[in-house]
């Protein structure tokens, strides 16, 4: 093993490589020396980033001989192996880190923090839920700080021993995982107990500087990341100098493309805050009308939540729903998008689609020149979104 090929030797199958962690884990492996191949059950936008790694599309997993799995919590039950929480927490062990954790922000606010230390010269590793244009991918091999976005969805955050530690918020978001906020609150602050330094981004204000990505909830990301560049050694001036020019995560309010006069947007928000945030952005694109394209991600959000995640997509003119992605957790008796969609508010126009080509053929039939649509979700809304663009007329 030597320092910049920690992984030399490393033979890793991947199982849920096509996810947003897992890809970026294939490649900062790949690129630590180990030999990588991987798995996932259908095509995802997450594959375009991998570094040329093999992936078996479909069936079951396989680990080919002498290999050893590495598995996402979504694909637990297929395949013996070690969990991909236990993989990260080794990477996080070996470097000096520091991990972003919360309920919303922490993918912005992590690549923010890579991108001001890779742009003043630090040259960082990051680990990261989302793909950055300005980086060149998810992943990144470099020989100083280690940037990794932690996940409290199954506890494994808890795993990770940073030298810095950042929560962006705390809001309840994984309720087959946590009771209760108190008891979300409760994890977290046990987590910092044990971090040597720690950013709680709910004390700061709001950053004041200038933005190329807009939005409250941006502002409040930049601070969080400032505060933790600062920990870093990174004097303010010239933080904000370099998060002034960050131009943020693909799925994060994305342009996808504009065709007869309609824009259309695809967001990675998928619960009602992060839906909240995003249409309040959207309403100040839009000349004519803000037509919301949200599939609900995960059985129990989606039961605990169907009233706020409906009230939510009020913030738009139009609401379109499908059924429910699964996956991370069994389906539930009663439990559809029709559950999100019964709780739209009155008097918006309201559309069910129970597929994903459903949901873009609607949004076609409804836009009209002048009109903003964003697609939300964890799955693949992003499909949606191209299919929208492909479909409007010329």
Do not use: C
């Amino acid at each position: 093993m030597s320092e910049t090929n920690p992984l030399s030797g490393r033979r890793l199958y991947f199982v849920g490589i096509g996810g947003a962690g897992l890809s970026a884990y294939a490649n900062i492996a790949k690129a630590w020396g180990a030999e990588v191949r991987g798995w996932d059950a259908r095509e995802t936008i997450f594959m375009d980033a991998l570094e040329e790694i093999e992936v078996d599309i479909g069936a079951e997993p396989v680990a080919p001989p002498g290999f050893e799995a590495v598995v996402s919590t979504a694909h637990a039950r297929l395949v013996e192996g070690r969990s991909r929480a236990d993989f990260l927490a080794e990477l996080v062990g070996g470097r000096r880190s520091i991990v972003v954790g919360g309920a919303h922000g922490k993918t912005t606010t992590a690549a923010m923090i890579a991108f001001a230390l890779r742009e003043l010269g630090d040259d960082p590793a990051w680990i990261l839920g989302g793909v950055v244009p300005q980086l060149g991918g998810n992943a990144g091999t470099g020989a100083g700080w280690l940037v990794v976005e932690g996940d409290e969805s199954d506890r494994s955050i808890e795993l990770l021993e940073p030298e810095i530690g950042v929560v962006t918020n705390v809001e309840l978001d994984h309720h087959a995982t946590f009771a209760s906020e108190a008891e979300l609150r409760e994890f977290f602050e046990r987590w910092l107990a044990r971090v040597p330094r720690i950013v709680r981004g709910w004390e700061l204000d709001p950053a004041s500087l200038a933005l190329r990505i807009p939005g409250e909830h941006n502002r409040r990301n930049a601070s969080a990341a400032l505060a933790a560049v600062g920990l870093a050694g990174v004097d303010r001036e010239p933080a904000e100098r370099a998060i002034s020019r960050f131009e943020g995560v693909s799925r994060r309010f994305e342009l996808v493309g504009e065709r007869n006069g309609v824009r259309v947007y695809d967001d990675y928000g998928h619960n009602p805050t992060e839906i909240a945030a995003t249409l309040a952005t959207a309403r100040d694109e839009a000349d004519r009308n803000l037509i919301a394209v949200y599939q609900p991600h995960v059985f129990e959000r989606t039961r605990q939540l169907a009233f706020e995640l409906g009230q939510s997509l009020g913030l738009a003119d139009a609401a379109v729903v499908t059924d429910v992605i699964g996956g991370r957790d069994e389906p539930k008796e009663g439990v559809s998008g029709r559950s999100v969609l019964l709780n739209v508010p009155a008097g918006l126009r309201r559309g069910w689609a129970p597929t994903l080509e459903d949901a873009a053929s609607l949004a076609v039939d409804w836009a009209r020149p002048g009109d903003v649509v964003v697609t939300f979700g964890v799955g693949e809304p992003w499909k949606i979104a191209r299919a929208i663009v492909a479909g409007l007329p010329q």
